[in-house]
């Protein structure tokens, strides 16, 4: 067998071995929003205009300067192992706690359906 496959052979063997790190595919799904992506909160329709990465407080998060109908919010976001996601929703100065099952985002261009992540049913 030639050196070549045999490098081959091994590479994929080792990638096959590793113990990797899985995760849910709608996990960290609101760290991952670009300006231009719309999304719905609460039934409300708002489109990311800005995003702003920062590490103040020793926890990653991203900050989204938000448009909709009556103005402007801010969605601020980290990530929270529990669940995946959460954030906090400011708008006039009035902040509320929003969850990643709280967001519906729209898919990349040209897709015409939404990604949706219900939150779990209350008993």
């Known amino acids: ?5 045999k490098t081959v052979k091994e590479l994929a ?3 096959y071995a590793v113990d990797r790190i899985r995760i849910p595919p709608a996990t ?3 760290l991952q929003l670009n300006v231009g992506n719309s999304i719905l909160i609460r039934n409300e329709l708002y489109t990311v205009q800005e995003r702003k990465i920062s590490d103040d407080d020793g926890r990653g998060q991203v900050a989204f300067r938000l448009g909709y109908s009556e103005g402007e919010a801010i969605l601020t976001v980290w990530f929270n192992e529990d669940n995946g996601g ?3 929703l400011t708008i006039n100065g ?3 706690i929003v969850y990643d099952c709280d967001v519906v985002v729209r ?4 897709s015409m359906s939404f990604c949706d992540v219900r939150c779990p049913e209350s008993n």
Not at 1 to 5: A, E, G
Not at 107 to 110: E, T
């Open 86 to 88: 959460e954030g906090r």
């Open 94 to 96: 009035e902040s509320s």
């Open 107 to 110: 898919q990349l261009p040209g």
């Open 28 to 30: 960290g799904r609101l």
């Open 13 to 15: 063997r080792s990638w």
């Open 1 to 5: 067998m030639s050196t070549f496959l």
